[in-house]
Structure formats: C-alpha cells, structure tokens
C-alpha cells in the first residue's frame, strides 16, 4: 500500500501546518547541516561538533517539562506563533554572526540551544494540536505524512547547504533559512483555535509529575522512549559528518543526512500497509535494530556510493520505527495528557541523537570515526535487543487494545469530573 493523504483531506489546520512546516523546515536544515560544519572550521574538532549536540540537550531537557504542561491549558497557536518568532531571531543571530570578520562559537552554542528549547516548548503545542484536529484512526497515516514533511527537507537541503556552505560560506545558508520562516508564520496565524480539553489542569509540578508517574506505569510507552534512546545513542552518526566529507569529500558533507532522510521517504512512501499492522512494539523494536546493523555496515564502508546505501537502509529503518512508536502515542494517550507526554516523548527521541553525537565526538576524536560508527552499531543492537526482553509488555502490545484503552480512560475521567461537578 502506498502513503494514505487522508489527514490532508479531513483538516484545514492540518494541512496548513503540513505546508508551512514543509517550507520553514527546509531551511531549519540548512542551518542543522552549516553550524556543525561552520564549527568544524573554527575549531578542526570532532568533539567540539559533538558538544553543539549537547547544548542542544540541556534546554531542550529542562523546557519540555514546561512545554507540555503549557500545551495541555494554554492556547496551542499562541505558544506556537511566539516559539516559531523566537526560532526566527535565532537564525537571525546566526546569520549576522557569520557575517562578522571573526565569528565567535559561543554564538554557536547560543543560538543553537535557544533553538532546542523554543522546540522544546513547541512540540508537545504542536503534538496535542494535531491529536484534536485529527481522529485517531488516521494517526499512522499523519506519522508518515509527517515524515514525508521532514524527509523532502532532509534530502534536498543538506546537500544543497553542503555545497553552499563550502562554495559562498554559511551566510547564504542562514540567510535562507530565515527566509522560509515565513511559511510556518502564516501557517500559526491561520489555523483555528482549538480550545483545551475541559477542566484542563494548570501548569503545575504536580502535573508534570502525574504525567510521567501514568508514562512510567505503561511498559509500551517505556519501551518506545527506552528503545529509541539506545538506538540513538549509540548509533547516531551526525557528530562525525564534517569529518567524514574531509575523508570521502567536502562536497559531501550534506549527502550523509541526506541519504538518511531518501530512506525514511521511501519508508513513508510505502508506509500505507503500516495500517495494517497491530503488533507495534514488536515492529519498534526489529526496526531500531536493523537501524544498527546499517550503521555498523556504514562504518565499514570506503566508497561513498557504498556509505550513502547503508546511511539510506538506516534512514529507512529509523522511520519504520518512528511511524509506530508514534501510532502509540497518539492511538493511546488520553487529550487531557497530551502535551505532558509529548515532552516526554520529545526528550525520549532527542536525548538518543543528542547525546550520542557528543559520545560519538569523543570517541572519534580518542580512537578513529571507524571505531566509533563500527562500535556504536554493534552496541546500538545489543542494547535494543536487551531493553524489548526485559519489557514484555512493550513486545506484545496490541494496537487495537491500545485504542480501547484511550477511550476508556477518557470516559472514566469525564465520569470522575461530572461526578465531582455534581458534588461540588
């Protein structure tokens, strides 16, 4: 089966959303491919790439704790038009930084962990937005639309931000980027309102606690976030792309993500028998580790052609395991929780990239790339495989009983209001 468009058809937002994130994304990955390689420059070190990830990962940890409790009481466009703003000034920073005779990597650091914790805010808005505006059945399908979104970005934009980046320098790169902001600026302004779900609760450290108390009492969900972590953690190769295109080419350096994001499209353009497919975490689990043995064969590559087919395979992996860990999520989280757990989900599948490519940084930079793509494939299974035997539950869930229990938390909870209402 082929990719179902369905949720374009039934939402305006939806589809308003799909294109102006399409637009704005595009740039977003000029930028994501020039700050590490413009790093690289400054600095002649993979470790210090490594560390951009990091900065990326101590906003972005500390405010998805806030961005979910926001999403699940306050007004979704609004905190998407001030995150999408604030991603704006960020590129701006990058760009008039660049254009100094001397451009300082404390600025790099900045405006990179200002942009991982805008999206720390906006993702669990935008998670919950899309969970109201499209029925549940439809939530595969709007995986893999999402995926085609970000795929179509991923392909043609690296490369071309390679060859920029290389050619005229990271100016034109930021420039741009900041240029497709007005996609996603029109899209936040135009989507309706969405109100918040009835008796939503305020932001609150009790809250956040709750949310994550209900994530940690489902193995199913432990298992998406557990898997996911490991696989990326220690198979995430993006730290080591300057250094592979001084081995393979500069010209090159856009090509490593590019190939991965060719394999999650072909995924995504042949997802639709993923609609027919019920045992997800078993799926979640076989695809993170094919994601490893890619990785570890890429390690062992010395051809281009040959490295970009296994970088292909494993982008291809990543996004059959990406399309049902996101049917569980949004199949069977109660609205009401929606925000709160879309930041734990946005930690589960960033910590993974993040901190691996730190780790990948400095074990490239102490032993060989080599050693460290060959090492953290061969780990990446192990631990995959580890992590799904020890959560049994994870491996047996059924979708179908997923979905069931989605509508009957929520009918319980609906009682649990009306009757206290009635009280009160």
């Not at 959303?17 to 994501?32: E, P, R, V």
């Not at 557990?226 to 295109?245: K, N, S």
């Not at 032993?367 to 299974?381: N, Q, Y």
């Not at 319980?412 to 206290?420: D, I, K, N, P």
């Amino acid at each position: 089966m082929l990719l179902d468009l369905s949720p374009l058809r039934v939402s305006r937002d939806y589809r308003l959303l799909f294109f102006g994130q399409l637009i704005s994304f595009f740039g977003s990955m000029m930028t994501f491919i020039v700050v590490p390689w413009q790093m690289y420059e400054l600095t002649g070190s993979s470790a210090m790439v490594g560390a951009i990830y990091l900065a990326e990962f101590v906003p972005m940890v500390i405010l998805a704790f806030v961005g979910g409790a926001l999403a699940d009481f306050f007004d979704k466009r609004r905190l998407l038009r001030l995150t999408e703003f604030g991603q704006g000034l960020a590129s701006a920073t990058l760009l008039v930084n660049s254009l100094l005779p001397n451009p300082k990597v404390s600025v790099l650091f900045f405006c990179v962990a200002a942009h991982a914790g805008l999206a720390a805010i906006q993702r669990p808005a935008f998670e919950s937005f899309i969970q109201k505006v499209i029925p549940p059945e439809l939530m595969s399908a709007v995986m893999a639309l999402n995926s085609i979104r970000w795929s179509v970005g991923a392909i043609i934009s690296p490369a071309v931000a390679g060859i920029i980046a290389v050619k005229l320098g990271p100016s034109i790169a930021y420039a741009l980027d900041l240029v497709t902001f007005a996609g996603t600026i029109y899209a936040v302004y135009a989507i309706s309102a969405v109100p918040s779900p009835e008796n939503a609760e305020r932001p609150s450290w009790a809250g956040i606690k709750r949310a994550w108390r209900y994530a940690f009492s489902r193995q199913e969900l432990l298992g998406t976030y557990a898997v996911d972590i490991a696989a990326m953690f220690f198979a995430m190769p993006q730290a080591l792309y300057p250094a592979l295109a001084i081995y393979f080419g500069a010209q090159y350096v856009g090509f490593f993500p590019a190939a991965i994001a060719a394999g999650a499209l072909a995924a995504s353009l042949t997802s639709g028998w993923t609609r027919n497919i019920h045992r997800h975490g078993v799926m979640v689990t076989a695809a993170a580790a094919l994601w490893g043995v890619a990785i570890l064969a890429f390690g062992f590559s010395d051809h281009i052609v040959l490295a970009l087919t296994f970088l292909f395979a494993a982008g291809f992996f990543d996004m059959i395991s990406g399309i049902f860990r996101g049917s569980i999520w949004n199949q069977t989280i109660p609205n009401y929780l929606r925000g709160r757990l879309a930041s734990i989900e946005m930690i589960s599948y960033l910590t993974g990239p993040m901190l691996g490519s730190a780790k990948m940084g400095i074990v490239a930079e102490t032993f060989s790339v080599k050693a460290a793509l060959v090492s953290g494939g061969i780990l990446c299974v192990v631990s995959v495989l580890v992590t799904a035997i020890f959560l049994p539950k994870f491996i047996t869930y059924d979708g179908r009983e997923g979905v069931k229990r989605k509508e009957i938390e929520e009918a319980e909870r609906a009682e649990m209001l009306r009757v206290s209402e009635a009280e009160f």
